[in-house]
């Protein structure tokens, strides 16, 4: 062996060596003493340092000063003397280590028993050093220190196990997810309930006894892709497809899952999520018509009116027929409130919603804006009509015979003849039914939009529009 060859390994070994020091080199570490002997605490202490810790070090004298302490700071290790006139014995030793299990604990004793050193260690003593040989204790506290390390990392894994069982756990009960499992010919072998409720099934046993792709998939089209998806053996990732239920209603689906394989690595069929894309289409079309309705009344409000003004504009353009929007405002239905009572407002709110109703075609749209503010847009009609549309609501409301009396001013714009946009449409119809405002029922057509001045108060198109009829 040349010299070289020689050196090498020793070289090695001092170049490990350095890099390992470097590491460790000023590690910072918080340290409580449970010691009533100092010099023997700052022997401790310097043994630490120079083995290259940076040392922050508190001292106690009792079990009771030491658990107190732990519960107010934070430590990385715990030094102990052993025995103590205040330590005496295991049974102490047990109640710190309930309040402290993940804190590494090194006793600072004699020569003791091996029956002892058991059962020290049984309660959570990782080492013990002599006072004699303190120069043992940086090995040892890296020791604990790395141990800890290394079951803190352990208890990190177990939570993450135990999470992601809890998780597969949920999905696997969730009734609205289907878990199922099919192998590398397309035979099912598992699949929970909700993935059975989506295709009608009462039982695994029933479900399996059907040939999925010719019963429940039936499209030629989509049975080669599902075909194709299994012997390409890889990720299914956001297949959708229509299958058949057992009662032969369809029902759309999305498949999202993995391939398995076997210990030697062949594919062995896949683990997949089924989502069932009808039932959500259907709630999501439900929240959506929840956040467009007046919960009121049950007509659209607000938001629905812009909705609905943006598309027939849109729709106005591509075809150059109008539209018509009409605005009510219910008279005095703030005495109403305070004469007879919120109940009593409510239900002659409802009782125009009625009316509205009865008034419209299919094609039309009435919503509530707010308070005792309503609308309707008509598609497709002049201002001419919708002044129609207005008298007759107005007759049916005469024609009421429940208590209270109601009656409403009106304000009708078209469009494109008064706007050419949804906000001054808006404002033209405002000011159209606030120029005949306290006037039961009087109709008027607006002319050119009146946009205030004042980033659209109502106040102040009414008065724009007060101002224009002669009252101001």
């Given amino acids: 062996m040349s010299p070289l060859s020689a050196s090498q390994p020793r070289t090695d070994q001092r170049n490990g060596a350095s890099r390992r020091a470097a590491a460790c080199r000023w590690q910072s570490l918080r340290v409580l003493f449970v010691h009533r002997d100092a010099d023997e605490v700052d022997s401790c202490v310097q043994e630490l340092k120079r083995a290259e810790f940076a040392v922050e070090a508190d001292i106690v004298l009792t079990l009771g000063q030491c658990i107190e302490q732990l519960r107010k700071e934070q430590f990385d290790l715990i030094v102990a003397e052993y025995p103590s006139p205040n330590w005496s014995g295991t049974q102490a030793l047990e109640v710190l280590h309930q309040v402290v299990q993940s804190v590494p604990l090194i006793f600072v004793a004699a020569s003791l028993q091996r029956e002892c050193k058991a059962a020290l260690r049984a309660n959570g003593a990782y080492d013990f050093i002599e006072p004699a040989r303190m120069d043992h204790l940086p090995v040892a506290v890296r020791g604990?220190?790395?141990?800890?390390?290394?079951?803190?990392?352990?208890?990190?894994?177990?939570?993450?196990?135990?999470?992601?069982?809890?998780?597969?756990?949920?999905?696997?009960?969730?009734p609205t997810h289907g878990i199922c499992r099919v192998d590398a010919q397309g035979r099912f072998g598992y699949a929970n309930s909700a993935f059975l409720g989506m295709l009608g099934y009462t039982s695994i046993e029933e479900f399996l006894e059907t040939d999925f792709a010719r019963d429940v998939i039936r499209d030629p089209g989509v049975r080669?892709?599902?075909?194709?998806?299994?012997?390409?053996?890889?990720?299914?990732?956001?297949?959708?497809?229509?299958?058949?239920?057992?009662?032969?209603?369809?029902?759309?689906?999305?498949?999202?899952?993995?391939?398995?394989?076997?210990?030697?690595?062949?594919?062995?069929?896949?683990?997949?999520?089924?989502?069932?894309?009808?039932?959500?289409?259907?709630?999501?079309?439900?929240?959506?018509?929840?956040?467009?309705?007046?919960?009121?009344?049950?007509?659209?409000?607000?938001?629905?009116?812009?909705?609905?003004?943006?598309?027939?504009?849109?729709?106005?353009?591509?075809?150059?027929?109008?539209?018509?929007?009409?605005?009510?405002?219910v008279d005095q239905f703030k005495k109403m409130n305070d004469q007879f009572g919120h109940l009593v407002g409510d239900r002659a709110l409802g009782r125009l919603t009625?009316?509205?109703?009865?008034?419209?075609?299919?094609?039309?749209?009435?919503?509530?804006?707010?308070?005792?503010?309503?609308?309707?847009?008509?598609?497709?009609?002049?201002?001419?009509?919708?002044?129609?549309?207005?008298?007759?609501?107005?007759?049916?409301?005469?024609?009421?015979?429940?208590?209270?009396?109601?009656?409403?001013?009106?304000?009708?714009?078209?469009?494109?003849?008064?706007?050419?946009?949804?906000?001054?449409?808006?404002?033209?119809?405002?000011?159209?039914?606030?120029?005949?405002?306290?006037?039961?029922?009087?109709?008027?057509?607006?002319?050119p939009a009146i946009e205030p001045s004042n980033n659209g108060e109502r106040r102040a198109v009414s008065r724009s529009a007060q101002q224009a009829s002669g009252k101001l």
């Fill in 354 to 447: 009625n009316i509205l109703r009865s008034c419209s075609r299919s094609i039309d749209t009435a919503a509530r804006q707010g308070g005792d503010e309503f609308a309707l847009v008509l598609p497709e009609t002049g201002a001419a009509d919708a002044e129609v549309v207005a008298q007759r609501i107005s007759e049916l409301l005469r024609k009421d015979v429940e208590e209270p009396t109601l009656s409403v001013s009106v304000g009708v714009a078209a469009y494109p003849r008064d706007a050419e946009s949804v906000g001054p449409l808006l404002y033209a119809a405002d000011a159209a039914l606030y120029a005949r405002k306290g006037k039961r029922i009087k109709f008027v057509s607006a002319g």
């Fill in 144 to 174: 604990a220190l790395e141990e800890k390390k290394l079951r803190d990392e352990l208890a990190q894994a177990e939570k993450t196990r135990e999470r992601a069982e809890a998780r597969y756990r949920a999905l696997l009960e969730n």
């Fill in 224 to 329: 080669d892709r599902w075909n194709a998806c299994l012997r390409e053996g890889g990720e299914i990732a956001g297949f959708e497809m229509e299958c058949h239920r057992k009662d032969g209603a369809t029902v759309k689906v999305r498949l999202s899952g993995r391939g398995v394989l076997t210990g030697s690595g062949a594919f062995d069929g896949y683990e997949m999520i089924v989502g069932d894309l009808t039932q959500q289409q259907a709630l999501a079309e439900r929240l959506r018509g929840q956040a467009d309705t007046d919960a009121l009344t049950g007509l659209g409000n607000d938001r629905r009116l812009f909705e609905v003004l943006h598309t027939e504009i849109s729709r106005s353009k591509r075809t150059g027929r109008e539209f018509a929007l009409i605005l009510l405002d």
